[in-house]
């Protein structure tokens, strides 16, 4: 399923929403498409809408379009919809090709960016460089010869990255749409159905080698000419053996494959015309061979990762959408014995009486206790009318020291005198700092002495459960499955509300 222009044009990381989406217990479904969406921060609300209320929704929607999930904008008495490519329909058009889901959303003003590290400005740094110096250094047809090589190792590079999943818009913008009678368009025919194969390279490989080794020797003309010409005398084999591929096997042209054979003429034509065969030493030849082993090694070292990495997310997806499969998740949770507590309103924040209640089993000095915290007050801040959730912390007096029990105290009086807000934001202050002194500020500054008796009720329930080591997730009275890592709960909250049987 593609829907590129739709994910650009939420500005999402196309590797990471693919991933979770191909994950979801429910793909290719609207709902697993919903889900991941609201999973990428983009929130929103799906419906089955009848078509007379179409005229009633805002002037940017989601629906299935041709079978295919698109980004509709009303223009006028037009709609334009952006899916694997852009159309534009008129409203009878549009109604007959579509579905009655209808998704609205909200787009996220900072979505987040999985991706580590940006190496695209360094890239341009090091072109930029490599540029000016050809400019300033060489002469003017050397220059050209650089530029050519610089333009093969950026069109290389994103048809490198396009084999691994990245959608690439200079690719996209070269190659255009298929057509009616196309299921995919000629360059993806030609570079993804590639079946050269040496040490794990495509052909679309070797172009990023050979042009990332030519951009290199060409900062060491006219030394290098000898070398660089010979170089691109042996391309003639490159450029026959493609146009053979496109012509007679695969019996369509890729315009992205063209423009390199272009480049490449290019630059066959500069050496042909104007190189002269200088002499050259045997310590530069020594080099050079070093040069173009490192660039080889280094494409093949990428080229195994990335593979490796492909592999390994295609496998979590099978594995998480078993994973995530609610039936499965509620079977878990069931099997281990109900806890009954009789103390459910200590330290209890949200809805009283929501269907689903979560109970947190903590410490204020465990050092784990401060993701678990924060998750569960992340999905209370998300589902405020949906939630009831009590913290329950192990308080002893035999085995708390001073300063413990003067933080339980100044939390029990922020709790009873305070806002709720007051309290989830002292509990989040103390995680951040583990400062008792800030506190007992947030509580009034002066020393406390509230009545701890339910705290140590609450405890003694939690050490009769077996509840000892912390965190711990109680979910409706069943403790959260160890099989599952506790941020996996954010996966199967909306059914653990909307289910009537638990």
Known sequence: MIFDKLINYL?????????????????????????????????????????????????????????????????????????EKTKTLNQEELYNKSTNFVLLFEKAEKADNKLAFNFTPILYAIFAIILIYSLLSLQIYEAIFNLLSLAGVYISLEIFNQKFGNSSTVIGSICGVPTATQTVNACDKIIKQDKTSILGLKFSDFSLIYFTGLSVLGLFLPGTAYIVKGFTIVSILAIGYSLYIQAFVEKAFCRVCLLIISILIGQLAITSFFFQNLPFE??????????????????????????????????????????????????????????????????????????????????????????????????????????????????????ADEKYTRLISDLAHIYNNKTEKDFLNAVEEWFETKDEGKINILSGGVPTSENLNALIGMSTENSNAGLNFTPVFVINGYQYPEKYDREDIVFFVDELIEDEDF
């Open 11 to 83: 500005k999402l990381d196309k590797q990471e929403f693919v991933f979770q989406f191909n994950s979801h217990p429910n793909y290719p479904s609207a709902l697993a498409f919903s889900d991941t969406l609201n999973f990428m921060g983009v929130k929103n609300d799906a419906y089955e809408l009848d078509k007379e209320y179409w005229n009633e929704l805002p002037e940017e929607f989601i629906a299935i379009v041709e079978n295919s999930f698109s980004l509709v904008k009303k223009s006028g008495n037009s709609y334009s919809v952006y899916s």
């Open 282 to 399: 045997i310590g530069t030849l020594l080099l050079i061979v070093i040069l173009w082993v490192l660039i080889f090694s280094t494409v093949i070292y990428f080229n195994s990762i990335l593979e490796q990495k492909e592999e390994l997310q295609k496998s979590n997806a099978k594995n998480l959408r078993f994973k995530r499969n609610y039936e499965l998740f509620k079977d878990q949770l069931l099997q281990k014995e109900k806890i009954e507590f009789q103390d459910t309103h200590t330290f209890s924040v949200g809805k009283k009486d929501a269907r689903l209640r979560i109970s947190i089993v903590s410490n204020p000095y465990c050092g784990f206790c401060k993701d678990a915290h924060k998750l569960v007050e992340n999905l209370l801040e998300k589902y405020p009318d949906d939630i009831s959730l009590q913290m329950r912390f192990n308080y002893i007096p035999e085995r």
